[in-house]
């Protein structure tokens, strides 16, 4: 049941994440769950690094966008179409 929760929440973070960022993104449904999870996990990560969670605790709704919103930058800078052809 955790892992349903966890895709659950992160396709919301995900989708909250694409609608702050304008513009088009290559990525659909998949894209959009993966960003969302590995958001809050990265979030979850800096934030115990910066000692705003414990160990073992997750980060917030907030934080997971913002780290969403970080790796959905990321991904467009990587993955952006090229126009130069």
Avoid: C, E
Wanted: proline residues 6%; hydrophobic residues 60%.
């Amino acid at each position: 049941m955790h892992l349903i929760w966890t895709i659950i929440v992160g396709f919301v973070v995900g989708l909250i994440a694409k609608f702050l960022m304008p513009g088009r993104d290559p990525g659909g449904f998949i894209i959009t769950v993966l960003l969302g999870i590995a958001g809050s996990l990265v979030a979850g990560w800096i934030g115990q690094h910066l000692h705003f969670y414990a160990p073992g605790q997750p980060a917030g709704f907030i934080a997971s966008i913002l780290g969403a919103i970080l790796l959905l930058i990321l991904y467009r800078v990587i993955f952006r179409p090229n126009t130069n052809a």
